[in-house]
């Protein structure tokens, strides 16, 4: 009798910890989230291309030369810097925006700068990398151009439910340069909900954007593992199964951010 007691008064000792997060839980942050996704950043362009993407080997360009269907087409960027549009074995596009490609086609096929376009089909030279709570995995994306935190994260559809969103870091390496990498703080509170654009970087090819962890999402590694799918369902934290994505299995992504 004496143990059946003690059983009885110990479930609520257990529960009641678990009701109070829970109900934190149910607070969530829907606002926050609706507005990471609604307020877009407005396109750079009308091409659908940054007129400051740089490009290198081995991107593809779509060009339209007007007249000129045989100098028309979608053209891989070749080892050499060149792309095989226009007369004379082609012209030399790495290096170069998009809008000097442009200028340089126009120039070399003899038409009016108005009658060539250039856009990037594929951006295949450079790339940004995510780790933590971005939606989906860690992995590698496309480097589009200059583009924001906000913008590239609303690209690649957000952070998890799980995030910590004035938590975010950017780091910038410098490999290339030589220089010493730099670390810049990203708040995403303070930039949507308080107007507050300050820590909104311009990323740079090869940035590594590190998504923080909130405290619910951490308490749950507290919790006994038969407990935690029903707390993690329970307060969104569950992350959707997803299939693997080419290049995220070659990244290192510290411990801590797991």
Not at 73 to 98: H, M, Q, W
Not at 171 to 177: K, S
Request: proline residues 9%.
């Amino acid at each position: 009798m004496g143990a059946a007691r003690g059983q009885a008064l110990a479930w609520p000792c257990v529960l009641a910890p678990l009701a109070a997060l829970l109900a934190g839980c149910s607070l969530g942050r829907p606002q926050f989230d609706r507005d990471l996704m609604a307020r877009k950043a407005p396109a750079a362009s009308g091409t659908g291309t940054s007129p400051g993407y740089v490009v290198h080997f081995p991107d593809v360009l779509d060009v339209r030369i007007e007249g000129h269907a045989e100098w028309s087409g979608r053209f891989s960027v070749l080892i050499d810097g060149r792309v095989e549009a226009g007369p004379a074995g082609g012209v030399r596009v790495e290096g170069r925006t998009v809008p000097e490609i442009a200028q340089a086609l126009a120039e070399q096929v003899g038409v009016v700068p108005e009658g060539v376009r250039v856009t990037v089909a594929g951006y295949n030279s450079q790339h940004l990398f995510l780790y933590g709570e971005v939606a989906g995995e860690a992995r590698a994306v496309p480097y589009e151009g200059p583009e924001t935190v906000l913008g590239m994260l609303q690209r690649v559809r957000g952070i998890t439910s799980g995030a910590a969103p004035e938590d975010i870091q950017v780091v910038r390496p410098h490999v290339a340069d030589g220089k010493h990498p730099e670390v810049f703080e990203v708040d995403l509170v303070a930039i949507l909900q308080k107007n507050k654009p300050q820590t909104n970087v311009h990323l740079q090819p090869f940035d590594q954007v590190y998504i923080g962890q909130s405290h619910r999402c951490s308490v749950a590694k507290c919790f006994p593992p038969w407990l935690r799918p029903f707390y993690k369902d329970l307060c969104g934290l569950s992350r959707p199964k997803q299939a693997d994505t080419p290049g995220a299995s070659a990244l290192n992504v510290p411990k801590s951010l797991k």
